[in-house]
């Protein structure tokens, strides 16, 4: 891609995100795997250079510690846009202060819409799409018997490579240093 976008994103590599997986190729079987995530900062084009990006990323994180967030019900983000996913139920303020303190700098960003911590399941093609998917994923996620904490760890920065294809450029611990890939 001539200008790419980057994200931040928190994988989610447990029971959960497995769910997460597992219920996004029941519901869009066509979307190119992506891993569960709870996204940090959405996709945006960089104000300065990945270097200058990294180090924010380093100096921010490192003053974060992990911190846990409790998973809340299935919702879908329509009419705005065609989303079903999570919401983050407990841990939301931090996440958000987070995402707050990260878009600076090289990282900032006017976004389309004010940030709301969940985890996506499926970002589908049309309403009626999103609304079928919904009341699948609702279901679903009520028969979900597993823990719904997840730890927040590390961030993965990351780029698109081509449209929905994103490319681990490094991970980003929290209260620590930056992990090259």
């Keep these: 891609m001539h200008n790419p976008r980057y994200a931040l994103v928190?994988?989610?590599r447990d029971a959960v995100g497995e769910f997460v997986a597992n219920l996004r190729q029941e519901l869009h079987p066509d979307l190119p795997h992506l891993p569960a995530h709870l996204t940090l900062l959405p996709p945006r084009h960089?104000?300065?250079s990945e270097i200058a990006a990294?180090?924010?990323l380093e100096e921010v994180c490192g003053q974060v510690e992990p911190f846990e967030v409790v998973l809340g019900e299935a919702e879908?983000?329509?009419p705005v846009t065609p989303t079903v996913f999570i919401r983050v139920e407990q841990g939301a303020t931090r996440t958000r202060d987070l995402h707050d303190r990260l878009n600076t700098e090289a990282l900032s960003a006017v976004e389309e819409w004010p940030y709301m911590p969940h985890?996506?399941?499926a970002k589908l093609s049309s309403e009626a799409l999103a609304e079928q998917a919904y009341l699948t994923a609702r279901d679903r996620?009520?028969?979900?018997r597993g823990s719904r904490r997840i730890a927040i760890r590390e961030l993965t920065f990351v780029c698109e490579q081509e449209q929905n294809r994103w490319k681990d450029l490094a991970g980003v611990p929290l209260g620590r240093r930056l992990v090259k890939r």
């Design 54 to 56: 990294l180090e924010t």
């Design 10 to 12: 928190a994988y989610v």
């Design 141 to 144: 996620w009520a028969e979900y």
């Design 119 to 121: 985890l996506t399941i």
């Design 46 to 48: 960089l104000r300065g």
């Design 76 to 78: 879908t983000f329509v």
